[in-house]
Nanobody
Framework: QVQLVESGGGLVQPGGSLRLSCSAS????????MGWYRQAPGKQRELVAK???????NYGDFVKGRFTISRDNAKNTVYLQMNSLKPEDTAVYYC???????????WGQGTQVTVSS
């Protein structure tokens, strides 16, 4: 049984930071591209960042150097460090795992991030 469990969301003031974590089980973690997506109310889900096993990363245009994705293959965990948060970053953040070879894809349950004063 595959599980992706996110943690680290919460309420933060504008300009603040949060670190999201996603712990994976039931998959061979190093085979998967790991990603973070987000969905705000009334909007489509969008890519925040993704990282392949070797460490190559890709970010959504809106990130503009504020967020950093990383992974620890030994701990089956992917992280998203978010700095300089803005109110428009408010959304549910979802962890995603995709294996390109087979196109298997899995999602976590999401963690709420709210940026507000």
């Amino acid at each position: 049984q595959v599980q992706l469990v996110e943690s680290g969301g919460g309420l933060v003031q504008p300009g603040g930071s949060l670190r999201l974590s996603c712990s994976a089980s039931g998959i061979i973690f190093r085979f998967y591209t790991m990603g973070w997506y987000r969905q705000a109310p009334g909007k489509q889900r969008e890519l925040v960042a993704k990282i392949i096993s070797g460490g190559t990363t890709n970010y959504g245009d809106f990130v503009k150097g504020r967020f950093t994705i990383s992974r620890d293959n030994a701990k089956n965990t992917v992280y998203l460090q978010m700095n300089s948060l803005k109110p428009e970053d408010t959304a549910v953040y979802y962890c995603n795992a995709v294996r390109a070879l087979t196109m298997e894809a899995y999602w976590g349950q999401g963690t709420q991030v709210t940026v507000s004063s």
